[in-house]
C-alpha cells in the first residue's frame, strides 16, 4: 500500500529565508510524485510533478523538489520564500491512486 | 474555461439524514475522483470514475457511501443515515485520464457537518 510521510505540520519563517519541505513515501512500484499547494481561500492546485527523468523537478513560483529513490523522498525547496508563500503543502504519490500526505502549514512572516 | 465545480459548499445536516452532494468536472474530463478530508489530514481517496463506471472504489469507507456518474460527467456522492464523525471536507477531481500520470484539478470543496 501507498503511504507519504511529511516531517512538519507547521512551519514559520520570515521572507527571504530558505525553505525546504521534508516527503517521504512507501510504495513497491513505480511511483509518480506531486506537491499540491493550497493557498488560503483557493483550492489544491498542482506546484510541481515527478514522473520520469531528472530527479530534480522545477515547479510553478520558484519551487523545485528532489527525488532521491534511495531515500524514497522527495523534498521540496524554495531558496528565498515570500509572504505570499503561506498556505498548506501537499506531498503526494500516485501508484493506482493518489495518496496524500498530512501537509505541512507555512506561515511567511513579513 | 471553467474548473471543477462543486455543490453545496456547505452542507450542515442531522445524524441519521441522507446527503447528496454534487461535483461538475471539467468538460471533457473522463476521470473523476472523490477525496474527503479531515481536520489536519491530507485528502483522503474514496474513489475512481473513468467514464461512467467506478474504476476504484476501494476508499469508501463503508455501504453509507455510495456515488454515482450515469453519464461519464457530473457525479453525486450519497451518504445515508451520516453519522457525527462523516463531518469532513468532501473534495472532487478530474483529470484528463486516470491516476498516474495526470494532473488531478481540484474543486473547492463540499463542507460536511454532522450534528
Known amino acids: 500500500a501507498q503511504s507519504v510521510s511529511q516531517h512538519n505540520h507547521h512551519v514559520i519563517l520570515s521572507e527571504a529565508a530558505s525553505l525546504e519541505l521534508g516527503c517521504n513515501y512507501s510504495?513497491?512500484?513505480?511511483?509518480?510524485l506531486f506537491w499540491y499547494v493550497q493557498y488560503p481561500g483557493q483550492h489544491l492546485q498542482l506546484l510541481l510533478k515527478?514522473?520520469?527523468?531528472?530527479?530534480l523537478v522545477k515547479g510553478i513560483k520558484g519551487f523545485e523538489a528532489e527525488f532521491i529513490k534511495s531515500k524514497f523522498s522527495f523534498n521540496l525547496r524554495k531558496p528565498s520564500v515570500q509572504w505570499s508563500d503561506t498556505a498548506e503543502y501537499f506531498c503526494?504519490?500516485?501508484?493506482?491512486?493518489?495518496?496524500f500526505g498530512a501537509g505541512t502549514i507555512l506561515r511567511v512572516k513579513s | 474555461g471553467a474548473g471543477v465545480s462543486q455543490t453545496p459548499s456547505n452542507k450542515v445536516t442531522e445524524k441519521g439524514k441522507y446527503v447528496e452532494l454534487r461535483c461538475d468536472p471539467i468538460?471533457?474530463?473522463?476521470?473523476l475522483y472523490w477525496y474527503r478530508q479531515s481536520l489536519g489530514q491530507g485528502p483522503e481517496f474514496l474513489i475512481y470514475?473513468?467514464?461512467?463506471?467506478?474504476?476504484?472504489d476501494s476508499g469508501l469507507p463503508n455501504d453509507r457511501f455510495f456515488a454515482v456518474r450515469p453519464e461519464g460527467s457530473v457525479s453525486t456522492l450519497k451518504i445515508q443515515r451520516t453519522e457525527r464523525g462523516d463531518s469532513a471536507v468532501y473534495l472532487c477531481?478530474?483529470?484528463?485520464?486516470?491516476?498516474?500520470?495526470?494532473?488531478?484539478?481540484f474543486g473547492p470543496g463540499t463542507r460536511l457537518t454532522v450534528l
Open positions: 503526494a504519490v500516485s501508484g493506482n491512486k493518489l495518496v
Open positions: 470514475f473513468q467514464g461512467t463506471g467506478a474504476a476504484d
Open positions: 510504495y513497491g512500484g513505480t511511483v509518480n
Open positions: 468538460s471533457g474530463h473522463t476521470a
Open positions: 515527478y514522473f520520469s527523468g531528472d530527479p
Open positions: 477531481a478530474s483529470s484528463n485520464t486516470g491516476p498516474t500520470y495526470n494532473e488531478q484539478f
